[in-house]
T-cell receptor
């Protein structure tokens, strides 16, 4: 059984371009989370899904960000009109919808906006 | 506003000795706490957790203590090993019996030297 996978692992883009990241959770997990981590900080929550429903969004998720989980399996996070401040590690995690179940993280996608 | 605080950015311990990592929180609604370990270029890995109905949870060399009145928790690693060298994140949830978003501290870099 594989863990959470993310693609790509690294992305370098120019300011103003759009980027899309993909996350494949652990297969039986019905909850999927997106976090962002910048240098010297812990992961910061962006949004999460239960199956295909997006249940919560952080105020960090500006209108340039959109996340989807169309069939309740993999998820995509799109950033439109990227800015230098978007440079960060984007982490995906998944969990079972069970009592006190921990979140399993993927390796992350490192985004650099030039 | 940082609701989970790890005030020590780094800790250095000799192999075989005890490592104590500390974490404070401000939100009294937090009822579930987790510790994650992170190596460079990898996502955070779950280590141990504790619910607010307990004051101690032990798993092998790792023990987490929770002091609700002080809003403080600590992670003890005994004995420390060089492979424990990593960044340790404290995280908290206010999700009750089901986990939603996690709030993370900034992390503590643990270095275990021979």
């Amino acid at each position: 059984d594989t863990g959470v996978s993310q693609d790509p692992r690294h992305k370098i883009t120019k300011r103003g371009q759009n980027v899309t990241f993909r996350c494949d959770p652990i297969s039986e997990h019905n909850r999927l989370y997106w976090y962002r981590q910048t240098l010297g900080q812990g992961p910061e929550f962006l949004t999460y899904f239960q199956n295909e429903a997006q249940l919560e969004k952080s105020r960090l998720l500006s209108d340039r960000f959109s996340a989807e989980r169309p069939k309740g399996s993999f998820s995509t996070l799109e950033i439109q009109r990227t800015e230098q401040g978007d440079s960060a590690m984007y982490l995906c995690a998944s969990s079972l919808h069970y009592l006190f179940d921990e979140q399993f993280f993927g390796p992350g996608t490192r985004l650099t906006v030039l | 506003d940082q609701q989970v605080k790890q005030n020590s950015p780094s800790l250095s311990v000799q192999e075989g000795r005890i490592s104590i990592l500390n974490c404070d929180y401000t939100n009294s609604m937090f009822d579930y706490f987790l510790w994650y370990k992170k190596y460079p270029a990898e996502g955070p890995t779950f280590l141990i957790s504790i619910s607010s109905i307990k004051d101690k949870n032990e798993d092998g060399r790792f023990t987490v203590f929770l002091n609700k009145s002080a809003k403080h928790l600590s992670l003890h690693i005994v004995p420390s090993q060089p492979g424990d060298s990593a960044v340790y994140f404290c995280a908290a949830s206010a999700g009750g019996s089901t986990l939603g978003r996690l709030y993370f501290g900034r992390g503590t870099q643990l270095t275990v030297w021979p």
